[in-house]
């Protein structure tokens, strides 16, 4: 089956500095990937839709200047936030879509808990 | 505006049955996703229904009826390990998923 990679699985830093995420499809193409951010006891919120080769779409409220989405091949997303604050600790979870598939199935990745001291 | 409803919370007893449901108004439709989450961990696809209709996956079963924005997800022979979050989502127009705020389901023995 298809199957979706974070890493890392859990981050701690200090406020103000910066923490790249990566996703990878380990074994299909995946055109979009999806950004998500879940806090505690709370459903999956979209940040932000990243299509391979094109800017990522942000949802409303989403900073995109603190969120960078970089999408740069058909099996790699990488999610950066810039300058992290403590409000910014959350699960951050990836999803991706199989180019090759008709139903439109998300696959997810394990998930990333950042804290931020 | 586009919604997912679904029950907070559901408790029941090993070994029954359980059916959560999922009312939906989306821009568009183009199908519905059940997932499960264990705690701290992310999302697990469960299914997924285009189609009027009831399918049939092992103990797990969904229900979708487009005309009335109602789908619902069967649980049978309820397990220990079945305790977590139910989430459903609807596709819209856009092939965005809309997400429901999730149904915790607690297994009693």
């Known amino acids: 089956g298809a199957v979706v990679s974070q890493h890392p699985s859990w981050v701690i830093c200090k406020s103000g500095t910066s923490v790249k995420i990566e996703c990878r499809s380990l074994?299909?193409?995946?055109?979009?990937m999806f950004w998500y951010r879940q806090f505690p006891k709370q459903s999956l919120m979209l940040m932000a839709t990243?299509?391979?080769?094109?800017?990522?779409?942000?949802e409303q409220g989403v900073e995109k200047d603190k969120f960078l989405i970089n999408h740069a091949s058909l099996t790699l997303s990488t999610l950066t936030v810039t300058s992290a604050h403590p409000e910014d600790s959350s699960f951050y979870i990836c999803?991706?879509?199989?180019?090759?598939?008709?139903?439109?199935?998300?696959?997810f990745g394990p998930g990333t808990r950042l804290t931020v001291l | 505006g586009q919604n997912i409803d679904q029950p907070t919370e559901m408790t029941a007893t090993e070994g029954a049955i359980v059916q959560i449901n999922c009312t939906y108004q989306?821009?568009?439709?183009?199908?519905l996703f059940w997932y499960q989450q264990h705690a701290g961990e992310a999302p697990t696809f469960l299914s997924y229904?285009?189609l009027d209709g009831l399918e049939e996956k092992g103990r797990f079963s969904s229900f979708l009826s487009r005309s009335k924005g109602y789908s619902y997800l069967l649980l049978k022979e309820l397990q220990m390990k079945d305790s977590a979050s139910y989430l459903c989502?609807?596709?819209?127009?856009?092939?965005?998923?809309?997400w429901g705020a999730g149904t915790k389901l607690i297994i009693k023995p």
């Open positions: 999803s991706a879509r199989d180019s090759l598939e008709d139903h439109n199935e998300q696959f």
């Open positions: 229904n285009v």
């Open positions: 989502a609807a596709l819209d127009s856009n092939y965005q998923l809309i």
């Open positions: 074994d299909f193409q995946a055109t979009t």
């Open positions: 990243s299509n391979e080769g094109s800017k990522a779409t942000y």
């Open positions: 989306t821009s568009g439709f183009n199908g």
